[in-house]
């Protein structure tokens, strides 16, 4: 029991650094509301499920061992977020509203828990997170529960923690939408998540 509260309360700490799932989430719900920022959160919680799990039976470790893998992996996710860092950016330039849900560009629950799911899977640095941070919890006399009791805790404090920050951004999201607003906070996500991509190169 220590080793799951010592892993809870590391893995607390760990959630209080932003990272591309926080900010996909704070667009999302500026954008199409707190529904669609908390579909998001549970994309990410998800991503972290898959993570998780592949780390308890040993895969994301054969995926670290792969070069090749885990290139592919780091390549992909790079990609995916200088694709979102870009598409942020140009909207940044154009000056467009951070509106709610338009007939030409609607964000709808699955839409935005794909968001949040991609956001997580094709992070390495979360898979890496899950390989460094397990093991050292995780011992002989652990059980073989214990590694899915830790995976499934996580995923639900990654939950409940996005899900805060896209209840906080809806609020906001009436002085975020404003021309100015939109601007700021397209300009600023957006070379966020480019600059992120750049350094996953």
């Given at each position: 029991?220590?080793s ?5 309360a ?37 991503g ?31 990609a ?10 140009l ?9 709610p ?5 609607p964000?709808?629950?699955g ?42 805790t ?5 939950f ?6 896209a ?6 999201s ?28």
């Open positions: 029991m220590s799951y509260l010592t892993f809870a590391v893995a607390a700490v760990g959630l209080l650094v932003p990272g591309p799932d926080t900010l996909v989430v704070l667009r999302t719900s500026v954008a199409a509301g707190a529904r669609a920022g908390t579909w998001a959160a549970a994309g990410s919680a998800c972290n499920l898959v993570w998780g799990t592949a780390s308890a039976v040993g895969v994301t470790g054969l995926l670290a061992a792969s070069g090749t893998a885990f290139t592919a992996l780091r390549l992909g996710g790079a995916y977020l200088l694709a979102l860092g870009l598409q942020a950016l909207a940044a330039r154009r000056g467009d509203s951070l509106a849900d338009t007939e030409d560009a964000v709808g629950s839409r935005a828990f794909r968001r949040g799911l991609l956001s997580d899977l094709l992070n390495v640095k979360v898979g890496l997170f899950w390989v460094a941070l397990l093991p050292q919890f995780v011992g002989t006399q652990t059980g073989a529960l214990m590694p899915m009791a830790m995976t499934l996580f995923a639900a404090m990654v409940a923690w996005l899900s805060g920050y209840r906080l951004a809806a609020r906001l009436a002085a975020l939408r404003s021309r100015r607003g939109s601007r700021l906070l397209n300009g600023a996500v957006g070379a966020v998540l480019v600059g992120l991509g750049v350094s996953a190169l």
